[in-house]
């Protein structure tokens, strides 16, 4: 999640990833990126066409590809989460609410993750 700061939890916004996933809003292979974010796909999360965080995703335990549905289910829960993130965020500023103070607490988690991984 973007942290406002530059930064999406432990990985600079000019990460190349994270440029792609900002020009594109497509789902990313990260196989044969130079970039810090850990995993094979990154799901961007975008609303209101700005990226706010990705999804990443790595193997399956079984090991198996993720099939074309299990895809766009993934790409539908990125978006979704992206729209509820937003909207919260559009006046949870200025007021008390638990589920905006829980993406609050899961952001600074990923950061201070990001920081012990520096």
Known sequence: MDDGNGCYGYVS????????????HR???LHGVDT?????????????G??????????KRSEESYAPDEQ???EQ?????ASAV???????????DPV???????QRSIAEIGERLR
């Not at 916004?13 to 594109?24: C, F, K, M």
């Open 27 to 29: 789902v990313l292979d």
């Open 100 to 106: 905006l103070d829980g993406i609050r607490a899961i």
């Open 36 to 48: 810090r974010l850990r995993g094979d796909f990154a799901y961007p999360m975008v609303a209101r």
């Open 86 to 96: 937003d909207l919260l965020s559009l006046d949870g500023a200025s007021r008390d």
């Open 77 to 81: 829960l990125a978006d979704g989460v």
């Open 72 to 74: 766009a289910a993934i």
């Open 13 to 24: 916004e000019n990460d190349p990833a994270l440029v792609t996933l900002r020009a594109s």
């Open 50 to 59: 700005r990226l706010l965080g990705a999804l990443v995703l790595g193997r």
